[in-house]
Structures are given as C-alpha cells and as structure tokens.
Nanobody, 120 residues
C-alpha cells in the first residue's frame, strides 16, 4: 500500500556528515508522522527523530544538537541531516511513516533500512 525508499547512507569518518532521505509513495491520503529509527548490532531499534505534518519535531537525546529532521509534505519525503557523526551512530537507519490511506485506513510503514557506518 505504501512504499518507502531510503537513500543517502554510507561510510563516513567521525565528525563528518550524512543526509538521509526517505520518499513515500502509494495510495496515501495524508502522512501524519514521519520519523527515523536506528538499530545497531546487538541492540534494540531506537527512536532517532520524528516530525509531524505541522513541523513539530522530537529527538532522542543522542541526536539533539547534531541531527536535524525535516520534511517536504508535497513530496511525501523526510530528511535526516546528521552532523558531527560519532562511531556510536553506526547502525541501520529505518524510515517510518504513519498516516491515512486513500481508502480511509490508517497505515504504518517501515523502510527497508539503510546502513550508516562512522569510522573512528
């Protein structure tokens, strides 16, 4: 029903930057919440940041001051600008969206995940 395509991951040195993108497509009427989660090896998936359709943002403590989430509602796309990256930011990053389908059904969709590796 809803497809998410993530891009922008890769390998970067500590202190560097990466920008992740996530584009949603499908039978979407509206997207209420878009966000990013991450999962490091041997750890549980954790919230990184979320943004509402109105632009209200929420960040994990580890992301505050270094990461910036934004979205383009017209393109159903969310971005995660990650600056001052640390080796502990290494993880698979997942895009998540929640909203309403054209058929008036709620949906929650996850991306396939994208690897971010920060070398020391």
């Amino acid at each position: 029903q809803v497809q998410l395509v993530e891009s922008g991951g890769g390998l970067v040195q500590a202190g560097g930057s990466l920008r992740l993108s996530c584009a949603a497509s499908g039978s979407i009427f509206s997207i209420n919440l878009m966000g990013w989660y991450r999962q490091a090896p041997g750890k549980q998936r954790e919230l990184v940041a979320t943004i509402t359709s109105g632009g209200n943002t929420n960040y994990a403590a580890s992301a505050k001051g270094r990461f910036t989430i934004s979205r383009d509602n017209a393109k159903n796309t969310t971005y995660l600008q990650m600056d001052s990256l640390k080796p502990e930011d290494t993880a698979v990053y997942y895009c998540n969206t929640r909203g309403i389908l054209i058929a008036s059904l709620d949906f929650v969709s996850w991306g396939q995940g994208i690897q971010v590796t920060v070398s020391s």
